[in-house]
């Protein structure tokens, strides 16, 4: 049919731009800090995420988040247990000389900037002040740290930086003649947040689900897909017409790496370019792909439960023969996706995106396949060095981690890219979300589904074959990135660093053990007759 035709197509190209988010991450990162930082027994405070309780002449208004300095008081971690203190003007406002405002029992709030961090703590201390507010020159909170010039660092009230935004804020009421009020304290992160299971589960039980799709939910096609990969008495023109048919294409070694390489590149124009009409272009492709991945699965479904529900078809102008359970499905899938993107910032929008966003990647893992380990090998190997380096490497040549950059969103006006599942920190006082890029799904993935049509075609049972050992592999994998997460203050991961050793891994090591490795390395070489759009014939 030519509306299929066109949906590959879609997915096709829409599978390049899911690579690019390869990151494991959660709320909160701290994007900026000295690694060169002085420390000594007074300035050696762990990094606090702080909240701020504001009163505006007696009226409370929503808190906003500081960070705590390496030095100076720590704010208890109950908002009961801390005091509220007027907010105050240090006068100079950078705070770097004795300040001619009356600052006893408030709170003092400074700019950034002309003298050294402690020097504006001791300051604020000297006149007075139960607490110092830096207000920073842009949207970060930068991590304050001590000097090796700093020579007195017995600073003994706490001292937090909070954004510009947040301090412009500030600023603007007291000029205006109300009265600020404010409470400091650190609430501590719980070390597990329930959101992490969660989100354990919908990833691999969207790779289990892609696996096993064609098996026991695409009905009768499903064995026919798994012969694919076994060998054939039928002419070769005969199964090309039948992979063309079922849109399904192998692919191999080059293509494997063009594909990284195309990942990278859209990676950097995505960093260099980053604006809010740039990220809705990738919203827009992503309604798209999501609402055609989504109405794909949905007809399997509903072909699987009502068998002859998908005879009745009719001819339409440009897209040719479609059913009309196509057509009853698809205005659904479309409106869906419409009002996700027309609601994506509202607190219950996770739900649309991952809806979308695992029937999209369910639907291209049944499109995409690897045909043997060879190609398995150089493909995640690509992904593996692609991750680390944006992640790792990226800073040291643009001072900042590109991944990471891209994936916060930065210079986009508050959008963000929706290749990710995410799910919110129920109950993680400082809210937000923890994610897992489509990438660090779908590559992994199609070594497990290859596992998975290789145990069927060798007729291995569950425990002899390798599909459950690779899926063990992958759960293994996803919780030792979050622990890296948890180790690493909440930076984010490059996920596959985690889980191509734990998927790749362990095929390789358990096909040498069983003897097999040769025949899964080779597996299919001369009888993948299918047309491979990413590179070879």
Request: with cysteine; proline share 4%; charged share 15%.
């Amino acid at each position: 049919m030519a509306y299929s035709s066109a949906a590959a197509a879609i997915r096709l190209v829409f599978l390049h731009f899911l690579v690019i988010s390869s990151l494991t991450s959660s709320a909160y990162e701290f994007p900026h800090g000295d690694r060169l930082a002085h420390k000594s027994a007074s300035c050696n405070n762990n990094f606090q995420l702080v909240k701020l309780m504001m009163w505006v002449n007696d009226t409370k208004v929503e808190s906003v988040v500081g960070l705590g300095a390496a030095f100076g008081a720590l704010l208890p971690a109950h908002a009961e247990n801390a005091l509220r203190y007027p907010a105050a003007f240090a006068n100079p406002l950078n705070c770097c000389s004795s300040s001619t405002s009356n600052l006893s029992n408030s709170i003092a709030l400074s700019t950034r900037g002309d003298c050294a961090f402690t020097m504006k703590a001791e300051v604020a201390e000297s006149g007075g002040a139960s607490g110092l507010l830096v207000i920073n020159d842009n949207e970060d909170l930068y991590k304050m740290v001590c000097s090796e010039n700093d020579t007195s660092t017995n600073i003994t009230i706490p001292v937090v930086m909070i954004a510009k935004s947040t301090g412009e804020t500030m600023k603007q009421l007291m000029l205006d003649g109300s009265q600020v009020e404010l409470l400091l304290y650190s609430p501590n992160r719980p070390l597990v947040d329930i959101s992490v299971i969660f989100l354990w589960l919908m990833a691999v039980g969207t790779i289990v689900c892609a696996s096993l799709w064609s098996e026991f939910i695409a009905s009768e096609q499903g064995h026919e897909s798994y012969d694919q990969l076994a060998p054939k008495v039928s002419s070769a023109a005969e199964s090309v017409k039948d992979d063309s048919a079922k849109e399904v294409f192998d692919i191999n070694a080059s293509g494997a790496v063009v594909f990284v390489i195309v990942a990278s590149v859209f990676l950097m124009l995505l960093y260099f370019f980053m604006s809010a009409w740039f990220i809705w272009v990738l919203i827009v492709l992503f309604c798209i792909g999501g609402s055609e991945g989504m109405h794909a699965c949905l007809v399997t479904v509903i072909l699987r439960i009502f068998k002859n529900s998908g005879d009745k078809k009719v001819n339409l102008p440009c897209l040719g023969e479609v059913t009309v359970l196509s057509m009853g499905v698809l205005p659904f899938c479309l409106a869906f996706a419409i009002f996700w993107a027309a609601n994506q910032h509202v607190s219950y929008a996770w739900v649309g995106q991952d809806v979308l966003g695992i029937c999209l990647m369910i639907t291209v893992l049944q499109m995409a396949r690897l045909p043997n380990i060879k190609v398995a090998s150089v493909l995640l190997s690509c992904a593996f060095v692609y991750d680390i380096f944006w992640v790792f490497v990226s800073p040291l040549i643009f001072n900042e981690s590109v991944m990471i950059a891209v994936a916060r969103g930065d210079n986009s006006g508050g959008e963000a890219i929706p290749m990710l599942l995410r799910i919110p920190r129920f109950f993680d006082p400082w809210g937000g979300y923890d994610m897992i890029g489509f990438g660090d799904i779908l590559f992994p993935g199609l070594l497990v589904a290859f596992a998975f049509r290789y145990d069927r075609s060798s007729k291995k049972g569950i425990l002899n074959g390798y599909f459950l050992w690779l899926t063990i592999g992958y759960g293994i994998g996803l919780v030792l990135t979050y622990v890296g997460l948890y180790l690493m203050d909440g930076h984010g991961q490059p996920a596959l660093l985690y889980l191509v050793p734990c998927t790749l891994g362990v095929i390789i090591v358990l096909g040498w053990l069983r003897g097999e490795l040769k025949h899964l390395w080779n597996y299919g070489s001369s009888e993948s007759l299918s047309r491979d759009p990413l590179g070879e014939a």
